[in-house]
């Protein structure tokens, strides 16, 4: 149908009709929302209309950008997703001039939080709204339910409210479990979405940010538990996934749980004797966004150990070729486990799940900081509910994350919570063992190693910083505070003459 500017129809307009804005369309058409859309590629817009002439809310196809414009009814509803960076920019420049004052133009892909500050500011400069969402759950998530992160003014969120909270995935109110069973043109009923209003300006895409790191984290974790159990026990493919499958019935279920056990059970159509793992080339990518959080933690003095590490052993898979001719050069440790193989699966599932609440710990840690130096007043109770479906790491124990904000809404760190402090007091010793088994054994587990050293400098009231702060000032004069002295009083040692103490205010 051709849009009418004269009558326009639609609830809301997309643009960028590649995998991701296709499945959102469809969605959003489900709840009932007539959806414009415009793809710079005509032929593309063209043949996603005709292959659903069907859907609930209907389609309107636009071949330039004025006509979608035409086509949405005020104030307008925008939501662009094409690839972060100078094409977000230059799409947002041709759309200002088109707008009326009061319309929103959301970005749902994964910009970078600094550059939707800006954005948002010149918007609003020119009476329009622009919002950075973030969007999480992949192209199932977006079809049917994705986690919806928004930021932006109060106003906007006003008008997003509706398309977003029906679009969004759904948890059950009681126990907070993922509802499960829409299929096209039957959504599901009922439930409460996974989606909040995040925070002013870049709030939504700086959560967003933050949850993307603690994906990368949480997947080196788990596929570290896979290497321990594939290098110290022997087992098959197989035989882990029915050890991931049991895992995922208890505290450790979530999404990577369950999609690794799948991953793990799958045969190589190439190859039907072999498990299809046992043929991916052990090289990994990423696409920024871990790398943009551990420079953001690094801003802001924030340790951020293991979703660091996480990106780092990202980039050490990719020097295959390297790693390839280095273990024919050096020879690591002669180790055999012989202990019972029960009770090592059983130690690494409490590693696993210590080592995932650092991990969590950690993004939430840097999330408080965030918003002091951004001026957000972030709600992490309802930033952890967003989590429980929809998106890569919804999880079991993010329930008991959200209940542990809100029992202290400043808690400082989630391994001080009651709940949490019992977990890890019940899975230390096990992981302690691995980490101590793996170090013998010389299998690389820096997710583990880092998690648990993180722990236990947390947990450590004097550090080896007073000597490292000596050293600093002995070769830069950089000062130090001394014990008994006020926070904030600095001093200075002539350390050719020791008896001469400058007091240094900064």
């Avoid at 500050?117 to 400069?125: H, Q």
């Avoid at 906007?156 to 479990?177: H, N, S």
């Avoid at 992490?380 to 809404?409: N, P, V, Y």
């Avoid at 709940?419 to 992981?431: D, M, P």
């Amino acid at each position: 149908m051709s849009p009418n500017s004269n009558n326009p129809t639609a609830d809301v307009g997309l643009i960028g009709l590649a995998v991701m804005g296709q499945n959102l369309v469809l969605n959003m058409a489900d709840h009932g929302f007539r959806v414009a859309v415009y793809n710079r590629t005509t032929e593309t817009m063209q043949r996603f209309i005709a292959e659903n002439p069907d859907t609930p809310g209907g389609l309107v196809g636009c071949t330039s950008l004025q006509e979608l414009i035409a086509a949405i009814k005020r104030p307008r509803r925008i939501v662009i997703l094409v690839k972060a960076g100078p094409a977000v920019d230059d799409l947002l420049n041709q759309l200002a001039p088109l707008l009326e004052q009061g319309d929103i133009v959301v970005d749902g892909g994964n910009s970078l939080w600094t550059d939707t500050i800006r954005r948002e500011k010149d918007y609003a400069a020119k009476g329009l709204y622009f919002v950075g969402s973030g969007v999480s759950g992949g192209e199932t998530g977006a079809r049917f339910g994705p986690s919806l992160m928004p930021g932006g003014s109060p106003e906007a969120w006003k008008q997003l409210k509706p398309i977003w909270t029906a679009i969004a995935a759904k948890v059950d109110a009681r126990t907070g479990k993922p509802l499960t069973g829409a299929a096209p043109g039957k959504p599901i009923k009922g439930g409460v979405p996974c989606t909040d209003y995040i925070g002013a300006d870049g709030a939504g895409h700086y959560v967003k940010m933050v949850h993307n790191s603690i994906e990368y984290g949480d997947m080196q974790l788990i596929c570290e538990a896979y290497f321990l159990m594939k290098r110290l026990l022997g087992l098959k493919p197989d035989q882990m996934a029915k050890v991931f499958g049991q895992w995922n019935t208890g505290d450790l279920d979530s999404f990577l749980i369950e999609i690794t056990a799948e991953v793990l059970a799958q045969k190589d159509p190439a190859h039907p004797r072999k498990f299809l793992v046992d043929s991916i080339l052990d090289a990994a990518g990423q696409k920024g966004t871990g790398r943009w959080t551990s420079e953001n933690a690094l801003d802001l003095g924030i340790p951020l150990d293991t979703l660091t590490l996480a990106v780092f052993a990202r980039c050490m898979s990719a020097l295959k070729d390297e790693r390839v001719a280095a273990s024919k050069l050096i020879k690591g440790p002669r180790y055999r486990y012989r202990g019972s193989q029960a009770a090592l699966i059983a130690a690494i599932r409490d590693a696993l799940y210590c080592s995932k609440l650092c991990c969590y710990a950690q993004g939430f840690a840097l999330m408080a900081a965030a918003q002091k130096e951004y001026h957000w007043k972030l709600d992490f109770a309802s930033i952890a509910m967003i989590w429980r479906g929809g998106c890569i790491i919804r999880a079991r124990f993010l329930q008991k994350i959200a209940d542990a904000f809100e029992r202290k809404r400043d808690l400082p760190n989630l391994v001080l919570d009651p709940y949490f402090k019992k977990q890890i007091k019940k899975g230390e010793a096990n992981w302690r063992k691995v980490v101590s088994l793996a170090a013998q054994a010389g299998v690389p587990c820096p997710g583990f190693m880092s998690a648990l050293a993180y722990y236990d400098s947390y947990r450590t009231a004097q550090l080896p910083a007073n000597l490292l702060q000596g050293q600093r000032d002995y070769f830069g004069a950089h000062t130090y505070e001394r014990v008994g002295k006020p926070r904030g009083q600095f001093f200075h040692t002539d350390w050719s003459s020791p008896q001469r103490l400058e007091t240094r205010t900064k």
